[in-house]
């Protein structure tokens, strides 16, 4: 009983890492501009305004659900997963919150390089090779990085969403996810090929599992959701501090943010 408590409450933890958007255009605002503007020479540019708005409208028609649910991943982060992974954080040395994220980064290996040969990026998966052999035998099991330290070989991380992207697939509409936070179309269907490339995901069919049973899954993933928020801790205030309206501000980061890995 008190075994499936702890996976109880480490599944609800399991799903939140989220954070990502911009600030966007009210039509308040654009009745604000027409009344002190004079109506002539400057309809043309409110109507231009106004187009612009319907236009972002449309590119966004879950923006009810999404600023709901954006309101209660904030509330879930806030109250629950920040003051538990600060507790984490008081028990844990930074050194070994350190080594169970390179951990965790080593055995996610099959993901980086499955998606880097299908946008053939064949010399980053070559060295993603390189790291895993490395890291997995002098990093001992990869607990440390003597790939990155000693040899100069940097990850190349790659998903399933930026592949897709790589070949022109567009972003679709954005959508936020309970728990995991910002996502959009192409890449929340992305996460299910990942996952079957990913060890920690169980999949009784496949002929590796990192874990026994899916209850195992989730407990292992939601750690290695626990470790990493320990070692970013305040980072998401940071962000969110600089928020007017934070959906459209987390909106505008996490879109940029995946265009540039898209790009690079």
Same mark, same amino acid.
Not at 1 to 13: D, E
């Given at each position: ?13 399991v799903?939140?890492?989220?954070c990502s ?14 009344q002190t ?20 409208e ?14 209660f ?6 109250h ?5 992974a600060?507790?984490?954080?008081c ?12 951990f ?17 990026k064949?010399a980053?998966?070559?060295e ?16 440390? $990085? ?19 992207? =790589?070949y ?7 959508i ?9 179309m ?16 169980? =999949?009784? =069919? ?21 470790n ?16 007017? $309206?934070l ?9 940029? =943010? ?7």
């Open positions: 009983m008190i075994k499936n408590l702890i996976y109880a409450a480490l599944v609800a933890l799903f939140f890492t989220g958007n911009v600030a966007n255009v009210e039509k308040t605002t654009i009745t604000k501009v027409k503007m004079n109506m002539n020479e400057n309809d043309q540019n409110l109507d231009e305004f106004d187009d612009e708005f319907d236009d972002e449309e590119s966004d028609p879950l923006k009810g659900y999404n600023v709901f649910m954006t309101d991943n904030d509330g879930f982060y806030i629950i997963f920040d003051p538990v600060r507790g984490y954080d028990v844990m040395p930074e050194s070994g919150q350190e080594s169970i994220g390179n965790f980064h080593n055995i996610m290996y099959p993901i980086r390089l499955i998606n880097n040969i299908f946008q053939g064949f980053n998966a070559s993603e090779t390189g790291r895993f052999l490395i890291n997995s035998t002098f990093g001992i099991l990869g607990l440390f $990085d003597p790939a990155k330290d000693y040899f100069d070989l940097e990850p190349h991380n790659e998903d399933f969403g930026q592949t897709l992207g =790589h022109g697939v567009g972003s679709g509409y954005h936020v996810l309970p728990f995991f936070g910002p996502s959009n192409r890449d929340m269907f992305s996460m299910i090929p990942d996952s079957y490339a990913n060890p920690v995901d169980y =999949h009784s =069919h496949r002929g590796y599992n990192f874990a026994e049973n899916s209850d195992q899954s989730f407990a292992i993933k939601a750690y290695e959701k626990l990493n928020e320990s070692l970013h801790i305040g980072e998401y205030e940071n962000i969110k501090k600089d928020a007017v $309206d959906y459209p501000f987390l909106k505008d980061i996490y879109e940029q =943010h995946r265009k540039k890995l898209i790009k690079e």
